[in-house]
């Protein structure tokens, strides 16, 4: 899990699955996105679609773009 504390990334180790953590955090802004990936969609700053597929930049040094697959494209839409 990466996060943000006092303005400076951070990460942790979590022991359970994305499906888990996933069905746990069910109702919040946090949202499954890709199979390795979950993203506070509160953040997403842009949304671009390359030769790769489709892309959320957080605007956050040091995190990478965010793919989103698109079997999970409607929990996204969802948002949007």
């Known amino acids: 899990v990466h ?9 942790t180790m979590v022991r359970n699955t ?7 955090l069910k109702g919040t802004r946090i949202v499954r996105c890709h199979r390795s990936y ?3 969609l509160d953040h997403a700053q842009i ?7 489709v892309f959320i930049e957080l ?3 040091g995190i990478p773009n965010i793919p ?9 839409r969802e948002w949007i």
């Open 18 to 24: 994305l499906n888990r953590v996933a069905e746990h």
């Open 68 to 76: 989103i697959s698109r079997t999970y494209a409607d929990n996204v």
């Open 3 to 11: 996060y943000l504390s006092d303005q400076k990334v951070k990460k």
């Open 59 to 61: 605007g956050i040094e």
């Open 47 to 53: 949304f671009h679609r390359d030769k790769e597929g």
């Open 38 to 40: 979950m993203i506070n």
